[in-house]
């Protein structure tokens, strides 16, 4: 099934404020404009006049509760919690093609249908790459800053998760693959090879010669991967 690709960041309230003429769009709101025009197109009529929760189970319905109910289970098999990103990973495995625009709008519509909710929970975490891990499973995706403001300086426990398999990490759609590597400093160019340039530092030895470290630069994008 194709589903609505839509901008992501947007408001389910402001959403429905706008699609149902309640407030004025301004020119900021464009994207709000862009995916009123996608979602009326999909659902073949105007879903934005039945109120925050009409529109919730009519997008819902449109896609399917038991669809959305086995995605929550296939989650809660994998020990995971329900986020966008998440989402959006379990209903493409299960043939949906579905943008993190949509999944965040529907996310925000399962919620408000009760179909999951938000809670607060602590998990004990023995280890860095523990922590980082079951930050992860309830974030999905997120920023290297977001994960270094969190746990201080965990680049070297990120790259262990990527070795290991449990995590992708991508910079300007370029993929960190650590395939051959056995360490992540003092590494020969001949160690390097494959390794796009945005991930490596050069270091000057105290001989007079040149090494190399990988990095993880601060902006790059740390996601749980899916298939582990």
């Known amino acids: ?8 960041g947007l408001s389910l309230k402001k959403l429905l404020l706008i699609g149902s003429n309640r407030i004025k769009p301004s020119e900021r709101d464009k994207k709000y404009m862009r995916a009123i025009e996608v979602l009326r197109k999909w659902c073949g009529k105007d879903p934005f006049s039945r109120g925050i929760m009409g529109f919730s189970e009519e997008i819902i319905e449109k896609i399917g509760k038991e669809v959305l109910n086995q995605a929550i289970i296939d989650l809660e098999e994998r020990g995971l919690g329900l986020s966008p990103v ?13 943008n993190l625009g949509f999944a965040e709008l529907l996310f925000s519509c399962m919620k408000q249908a009760g179909l999951c909710i938000t809670v607060r929970a602590v998990f004990p975490s023995s280890s860095m790459e523990s922590k980082i891990l079951t930050f992860l499973r309830i974030k999905g995706s997120t920023k290297f800053s977001d994960i270094f403001k969190k746990f201080g300086c965990p680049e070297s426990a990120v790259l262990n998760l990527l070795k290991r398999g449990f995590v992708e990490v991508y910079y300007k759609g370029k993929p960190l693959k650590l395939d051959g590597v056995s360490k992540f400093e003092g590494l020969s160019e ?11 530092a050069r270091v000057k030895e105290f001989d007079g010669g040149f090494s190399y470290r990988i990095i993880i630069p601060l902006s790059a994008k740390v996601s749980l991967k899916w298939s582990y």
């Open 1 to 8: 099934m194709e589903l609505p690709k839509i901008p992501q």
């Open 86 to 98: 998440l989402l959006r990973e379990s209903l493409k495995s299960r043939g949906l093609n579905i």
């Open 190 to 200: 001949r160690e390097i090879k494959g390794i796009p340039d945005v991930f490596l």
